[in-house]
Nanobody
């Protein structure tokens, strides 16, 4: 079981940027696909982006061109750079690790390891 810890959330204004980080202090993320999901109050958890073990990346349509996911194999972290933030990007952001097949990368049930989440608030 990989223990994950997110950081980097906060309160920003629309148009600003934030960088979230997902760390695994006691395990290696190598060999895992790592994804970011978000959940707004009253809404279901939704897929944001993933970087697979092969380092290929995939993004949800609402964040394409604004968000960028990357992996630092030395630091054993996965980051989510979020630019041009919108109020609808607000929510609790979670990183997750797993080995889903390509067709299931957006399914949260395919990820067995989750962090505790970090909150992102975007004011208009």
């Amino acid at each position: 079981q990989v223990q994950l810890t997110e950081s980097g959330g906060g309160l920003v204004q629309a148009g600003d940027s934030l960088r979230l980080s997902c760390a695994a202090p006691e395990s290696t993320l190598s060999g895992y696909g790592v994804a970011w999901f978000r959940q707004a109050p009253g809404k279901e958890r939704e897929f944001v982006a993933t970087i697979r073990a092969t380092s290929t990346t995939h993004y949800a349509d609402p964040v394409k061109g604004r968000f960028s996911i990357s992996r630092d194999r030395v630091k054993n972290t996965v980051s989510l750079q979020m630019n041009t933030l919108k109020p609808e990007d607000a929510g609790d952001y979670y990183c997750a690790a797993g080995r889903p097949i390509l067709s299931a990368i957006a399914d949260p049930h395919m990820y067995g390891c989750w962090g505790q989440g970090t909150q992102v608030t975007v004011s208009s």
